[in-house]
């Protein structure tokens, strides 16, 4: 726990001059009670419990003054709560690589049967769509919460030649935001994002009126949305993947990048070639940097299981620093509340 406003702890000093104050008043009703010796026996009679009584309703009160004060200091603590995420986008690489089965039966059906699984996890309320990517990048499906839908679009997956990761990073984008202008044709289809375009939101069709002009937001701060991207190769075509990582940062969105396969490379043979693949581990490093969010490294179907298990855990729970001032100042409105309440009940006073 953090205090925002430490210097506030000097009103502290303040409870033991109060408890003082508190002392030298019952010395001085003890000297009257020993004025009026009658009057002592009856309190006397009265018992302990009628004593406790008299010094609750002031310890009470001492009680939610340090509570008081403790919200002054505005404290604050790292807490696990319920994100505001409610959309996540997979963005699966299909490039022929993936056909590979050095992972069993191959690198792609162990990224479906990973995916399916991360998809049966999520709660209710959280919609999941599904963009693949190799030459270029598809909307297999738009974000839903039908679950059967999304599996059958997992399973529809197929595989296509070269890898274009900023591709489907920027499909993904256009996915999340789809009044936002982005500019597809340039960008996903074409050769790349023009300066003016990166980050920032695209043309507009001549008989549309013009997209307001994008203004960035801090790097993941938009906290409605997720993308996790795999691939197990590197850029071959399309647009360049740090640049649609800016564009992501640009509007708060998080990526989470895995890196399926081995870090050394190894030979794939498809379509009758032998091909040897390694996948750009620094710039998925890059990316999940530039987004504030998160690499992971997958060797095998069992550790994509895991990281997207893992994943599951991080984008429905996360630990955030919060504010506990309201907290604490609840609990020092309820301690008044009970002392007023207290002092009322058995002596008809507020003091």
Do not use: C
């Not at 691939?231 to 075509?237: A, I, N, Q, W």
């Amino acid at each position: 726990m953090t205090l925002l406003w430490p210097h506030m702890l000097g009103l502290l000093f303040a409870v033991p001059v109060l408890v003082a104050v508190y002392f030298l008043l019952l010395r001085r009703k003890r000297k009257d009670a020993l004025r009026y010796p009658d009057a002592g026996l009856v309190r006397e009679a009265l018992g302990a419990g009628q004593r406790l009584r008299r010094h609750l309703p002031p310890l009470l009160l001492l009680l939610a003054l340090v509570a008081a004060i403790g919200a002054m200091t505005r404290p604050t603590a790292v807490v696990t709560l319920p994100t505001e995420q409610r959309t996540i986008i997979l963005a699966i690489d299909v490039s022929l690589s993936m056909s590979a089965n050095d992972v069993d039966p191959n690198r792609l059906a162990a990224a479906q049967a990973a995916a399916k699984a991360f998809v049966r996890e999520q709660p209710p309320d959280v919609r999941v769509g599904v963009v693949s990517f190799a030459g270029t990048a598809s909307v297999v499906q738009a974000p839903t919460n039908d679950r059967e839908a999304l599996l059958a679009a997992v399973d529809r997956l197929q595989l296509d030649r070269h890898t274009a990761i900023g591709s489907g990073l920027i499909l993904s984008l256009a996915t999340l935001f789809p009044d936002a202008g982005i500019d597809l044709e340039a960008a996903v289809f074409g050769g790349g994002i023009s300066p003016e375009r990166a980050g920032r939101g695209g043309r507009s069709p001549p008989d549309r009126a013009p997209s307001p002009a994008f203004v960035p937001v801090a790097p993941a701060s938009y906290n409605s949305a997720a993308i996790i991207l795999l691939t197990d190769g590197r850029r071959t075509t399309g647009p360049d993947p740090l640049e649609a990582a800016t564009m992501a940062a640009d509007r708060g969105v998080r990526v989470f990048t895995v890196g399926f396969g081995t870090t050394e490379g190894a030979t794939v043979n498809t379509e009758g070639l032998s091909i040897f693949m390694r996948f750009d581990e620094e710039t998925l490093k890059a990316i999940s940097t530039i987004t504030l969010g998160e690499y992971f490294h997958a060797g095998s179907a069992a550790d994509l299981r895991r990281i997207y298990q893992n994943l599951n855990a991080r984008i429905v729970l996360e630990r955030k620093e919060t504010e506990l001032t309201a907290l604490a100042a609840a609990a020092a409105a309820v301690l008044a509340l009970a002392a007023a309440f207290l002092s009322l009940l058995w002596f008809n006073r507020t003091g």
